[in-house]
């Protein structure tokens, strides 16, 4: 199934209860496990370097922000991501490996809809995401039903190809990473279901209907940016 090395990147802001969780059972697939901390308050770190990972401090705050250094700093072909709060299966990054793989993907996203368990989403963050992906679909015209999923594989050739074109470093770089790996048409993309479960710890999201906002904006601004390129 492991044809090539793959870097899994966790991104982490106080999340030591989910470290805890997470980090003794990743699958043996994964060759390397970098933790990006945008500085966090509680013992996170400490958890963190109880286990064979590498662990970057960055002290300025931004969700994209750590996905990026993550990323640059991952050393082989293929890079995984994954929440901190262990919400997303960590246990499914083997059967979405081998999925990529077979398929010989460039990018693929774990979509957690339709959603199973739904204790694991607030009803306004499950239809906030529904609705930013329809829209972003309609924007678009390439129906994706995960818009701003925290969970996806791609190539570190991708991510070189598409990486210095991302803005955002923060809640938007997840959607807009997507849009320019499906807008690309030298970029093979893809979904795959998994089952989400509950978070451990609190969400950072902050104000959802101002995210909603700027999120809808962002949308829309790449959707002109990438019109006028064209």
């Given at each position: 199934m ?7 990147v966790?991104?982490?802001l106080?999340e ?10 990743i699958?043996?697939v994964v ?8 500085n ?8 963190a370097?109880?286990?064979?990972v ?6 300025r705050?931004?969700y994209?922000?750590?996905?990026r250094?993550?990323?640059?700093a ?8 994954l ?5 997303y299966?960590f246990?499914?990054?083997?059967k979405?490996?081998d ?11 774990a979509c ?5 368990n739904?204790k694991?989403l ?9 609705f930013?992906?329809s829209?972003?679909s309609?924007i ?6 995960d818009i701003y999923?925290?969970?996806w ?10 990486g ?8 938007f770089f997840?959607?807009?990473?997507k ?11 893809n ?6 479960q ?8 902050g ?9 809808l ?6 959707k002109?940016?990438l019109?006028?390129?064209n």
């Amino acid at each position: 199934m492991k044809q090539k090395k793959i870097s899994l990147v966790i991104p982490c802001l106080n999340e030591e209860g989910g470290l805890r969780k997470i980090l003794p059972h990743i699958p043996n697939v994964v060759d390397e496990v970098i933790i990006v901390d945008g500085n966090s308050s509680d013992n996170s770190v400490l958890v963190a370097k109880k286990y064979k990972v590498k662990v970057i401090i960055e002290k300025r705050r931004g969700y994209g922000l750590a996905l990026r250094r993550g990323f640059d700093a991952a050393k082989n072909d293929i890079i995984a991501t994954l929440d901190a709060d262990s919400t997303y299966p960590f246990d499914a990054i083997p059967k979405m490996l081998d999925y990529y793989l077979k398929n010989k993907l460039d990018f693929l996203v774990a979509c957690r809809f339709p959603l199973i368990n739904k204790k694991a989403l607030a009803i306004k963050n499950f239809f906030g995401n529904l609705f930013l992906a329809s829209i972003t679909s309609y924007i678009f015209n390439f129906q994706i039903t995960d818009i701003y999923s925290g969970m996806w594989i791609m190539s570190k050739k991708t991510w070189k190809q598409i990486g210095p074109k991302v803005r955002d470093d923060k809640w938007f770089f997840s959607a807009e990473i997507k849009i320019k790996a499906f807008t690309n048409k030298g970029i093979k993309f893809n979904e795959y279901w998994i089952e989400l479960q509950e978070r451990i710890g609190f969400t950072k999201a902050g104000n959802l209907w101002i995210h909603g906002i700027r999120i809808l904006l962002h949308t829309i601004f790449e959707k002109v940016t990438l019109s006028i390129k064209n």
